[in-house]
């Protein structure tokens, strides 16, 4: 206990700010232990994690957002306040977001200047919102283009953390027919460690998750070929799903309000994206593990994969084909056929050939002539 | 006119059908299938394994009946079958085959690997590649009638001993008779047992038979070879009989090819129906047994086993009517392991104890029935093929084991009830 409360009261670390908000050592043991078991670390991981948080000064973080719809910060900020997330939030030293800043116009651009300079080499970036390449003009902060202030602001960073599927992978700005040209960060910054961290939005957790395994161990969790973390990432919701029983008994609702529905069977047929996406909602849960998509009765829309908004109606069932219209359907089926006459056509001639070609096999002709 | 390379890629050609093609393509290249092929187990060399055998029928496959192969031919990138190369499969092919169908028993896609070598040598002997010892006994079998040599005389001989022993006339070109009794070379020459024992159980069972003159021989060595030109001539002559004698039904004997070469390959030889039945003689014994025709008295008291014949239980479905006659007659049956279905076989079928050459690679692999024998503890074991019989009495000599093999029909005769009670013969043991 006496360590504990050395830890705790190391000036200007983020354990005095939690000591000050009247967080005990014990809650906060509790949350590294599950931090520690949702980052898929040994057990013994959560003591070496609560210390080193504990003593770690508060991280800069500048919060950048470009075509976004705000949703990943209103995920983040307010999704279950007031809990431990939101302060190990509130203790980075959030030098930049525009959101939630007090200051404007100069001053707040003067802020990120001023942080960028402090820590080079050290903050880290996190960015929500897609980036438009069509024309410079679509989406500008302070007159700046959202292309040039990434490319600025990434250069002195450490890790760059793209929150929400729009800056992973470009989302729902990025939709056909794309007006804005719009592009993921991962297109744009190509030298920096980049966690994509996806979701319409991302589970608050997760980002949790990625910020204490970056102040634990001043790296970045492993990653999946999509930059996702692995361990928040690393199964489908379908998997984990609790309905899954149902899906593996082929017992399905046929519509949202059907008894099949009320019995709470599988809404494969409804067009859940829970078997193609991968993501913990149905392990984490949302709201304080209060419930997610699917148990509240609606398929999973797969909003953390890249393009989920052109994969194909929602509400249709994966086994039914999504992009290919009926006349793509009709000529693929078309070509098909033809080309399986012709080959019919062309092996049934060979065939017949050899048939034609068979010369009677006599007893006298079952070896080859001496040469 | 001679066999030649073209030939046999032509005949890989005819014989490539649907069923192959699409077991080509559906191979996963597991490799289960040789676990179950004896010649692999026994041996441990990869070149044994069942789909390895059909490599060239396979890249014929390719080249001429699939888009990408085809292009490959064009392109050269595939190599051409060639002489040498069939002369290395020969072995594979013949040797190290006997089409017993452990393979496609086990193949999970379900491809039919017998199937497939029984195609395959269609191409092997229009090219000239059958193993020569094959070649001459098929050229007995299209020439002399009998791919051991044996003539209606010889026959005629062994009828003559029968009647002498059992005092019951056996009956020869009866036209309207029931049945129509066929026997293996090796039946007439090894085990002249077999027709002495069917005439007394067919006399006290009241069934009308007949022999007939020009179709006594059951085996089919066209069959093994592989040439449906000649196994067609062959088959024939047994169709012609039992259609100018009007039977009901032909007995196929103790033999196993010979019922896949009547029953399953025969019609569609002949391109058609037959007109009469045809049954094994162990489905027409069980017949008479369930029809109470079939009447013994005692039980062997000595510890027995069966060995299921690959083409008569797997190949041929007859795997309980052996059970139920023993069932009649013996004290102690014992099942070896593997029994049924899955049995392993002799290692001699499908034409490979004909092989002289391939005695060696016989005998080493007879291991693995060796082992089911020992397991089971017995002195005797009971069999419904005379092929699996002599192969298994040979490799007992190599062995060095002191096991009795009898057929099952003669066994049952043994202990049949006879109502003119004539000497019944002592038992017979070895070959005649």
Redesign the interface.
């Known amino acids: 206990m006496k360590q504990a409360e050395q830890l705790d009261n190391l000036p200007g670390t983020v354990g005095e700010g939690l000591t000050q908000r009247g967080i005990s050592r014990r809650e906060f043991l509790k949350f590294c232990s599950s931090l520690t078991a949702l980052l898929a670390l040994p057990p013994s991981m959560a003591s070496a994690m609560a210390e080193a948080i504990s003593k770690a000064r508060r991280q800069s973080v500048i919060w950048l957002s470009f075509q976004e719809c705000t949703g990943c910060t209103e995920s983040i900020t307010r999704s279950h306040s007031p809990t431990l997330e939101n302060l190990i939030f509130d203790l980075i030293s959030l030098d930049y977001h525009h959101t939630l800043q007090a200051a404007s116009a100069e001053a707040a651009e003067h802020a990120r200047e001023q942080a960028m300079k402090d820590n080079a080499g050290k903050y880290l970036l996190i960015v929500d919102g897609s980036v438009p390449l069509g024309n410079p003009g679509f989406s500008t902060i302070a007159g700046i283009s959202n292309h040039d202030m990434l490319v600025e602001t990434a250069k002195g960073a450490a890790a760059i953390v793209a929150v929400g599927t729009c800056a992973a992978y470009g989302g729902i700005p990025k939709a056909g027919p794309n007006p804005t040209g719009a592009v993921a960060v991962g297109d744009i910054i190509k030298d920096k460690p980049i966690i994509n961290v996806p979701g319409c939005p991302p589970i608050p957790v997760v980002m949790t998750g990625v910020l204490v395994h970056f102040l634990t161990f001043g790296s970045i969790p492993e990653l999946d070929e999509l930059g996702r973390p692995k361990s928040f990432y690393g199964e489908t919701i379908h998997d984990r799903c609790y309905r899954r029983p149902f899906y593996d008994q082929g017992k399905f609702a046929q519509s949202f309000d059907d008894e099949a529905a009320r019995q709470g069977w599988c809404l494969f047929k409804l067009g859940c994206k829970g078997p193609v996406t991968y993501n913990a909602c149905a392990t984490t849960k949302w709201n304080d593990g209060t419930s997610f998509p699917i148990q509240s009765g609606h398929g999973c829309i797969g909003c953390s994969e890249p393009n989920f908004w052109d994969a194909g109606p929602l509400y249709k069932a994966l086994s039914v084909p999504a992009s290919a219209t009926s006349e793509m359907l009709g000529a693929a089926a078309a070509v098909g056929a033809a080309a399986g006459v012709a080959i019919t056509w062309h092996n049934r001639s060979t065939k017949a050939a050899a048939n034609t070609a068979h010369e009677k096999v006599t007893v006298q002709e079952l070896t080859q002539e001496k040469k | 006119?001679?066999?030649?390379l073209s030939?046999g890629i032509?005949?890989f050609?005819?014989v490539?059908d649907a069923p192959i093609a699409s077991f080509f393509s559906s191979c996963v290249h597991c490799g289960l299938c040789a676990e179950a092929c004896l010649f692999y187990t026994e041996t441990g060399e990869a070149k044994y394994t069942p789909i390895h055998k059909l490599e060239p029928l396979r890249r014929v496959w390719q080249q001429?009946?699939t888009?990408l192969g085809s292009l490959g031919k064009l392109l050269s990138l595939s190599k051409p079958v060639t002489?040498e190369e069939l002369t290395e499969w020969e072995p594979l092919v013949y040797d190290s085959c006997t089409l017993c169908g452990c393979c496609s028993m086990v193949c999970p896609v379900g491809n039919d690997l017998t199937y497939m070598i029984r195609k395959m040598r269609e191409g092997m002997?229009?090219?000239?590649h059958?193993p020569?010892d094959l070649?001459a006994a098929?050229?007995r079998a299209?020439?002399i009638g009998s791919p051991m040599g044996i003539k209606w005389p010889a026959v005629q001989a062994q009828i003559k001993h029968v009647q002498a022993d059992t005092g019951i006339e056996v009956p020869v070109e009866r036209e309207g008779a029931d049945y129509l009794v066929l026997m293996s070379s090796m039946e007439i020459i090894n085990f002249p047992e077999y027709l002495s024992a069917l005439s007394r159980i067919f006399k006290q069972a009241g069934v009308s038979w007949t022999l007939a003159s020009d179709a006594f021989e059951a085996t089919n060595s066209g069959i093994q070879?592989g040439?449906s030109?000649?196994a067609r001539e062959i088959v024939s002559r047994i169709v012609v009989a039992a259609e100018r004698l009007k039977v009901k039904c032909v007995i196929s004997p103790e033999c196993g090819h010979a019922f896949t070469a009547l029953r399953w390959e025969g019609p569609n030889l002949m391109g058609r129906p037959f007109g009469f039945e045809v049954k094994h003689i162990l489905e027409v014994l069980d017949e008479l047994r369930a029809a109470g025709k079939l009447k013994t008295r005692g039980k062997d008291n000595r510890p027995l086993t069966y060995h299921d014949p690959c083409q008569i239980a797997r190949r041929g479905g007859v795997v309980e009517q052996p059970r139920r006659l023993l069932s009649e007659i013996a004290a102690d049956f014992r099942e070896m392991p593997d029994a049924g279905v899955m049995n392993w076989c002799c290692g001699g079928g499908g034409g490979v104890s004909a092989i002289t050459r391939a005695e060696p690679l016989r005998l080493q692999v007879f291991k693995i029935k060796k082992g089911q024998i020992e397991a089971t503890g017995v002195q005797t074991l009971v069999t419904a093929c005379a092929n699996c019989r002599i192969v298994i009495e040979e490799a007992l000599e190599h062995y060095h084991m002191k096991i009795e093999v009898v057929g099952l029909t003669e066994l049952l005769a043994q202990y049949l009830v006879e109502e003119n009670a004539s000497p019944i013969p002592s038992p017979v043991s070895g070959r005649g």
């Open positions: 006119m001679t066999a030649s030939k032509n005949a050609k005819e490539i001429e009946y888009l002489d002997a229009a090219s000239g059958a020569e070649i098929t050229t299209i020439t070879i040439s030109d000649l």
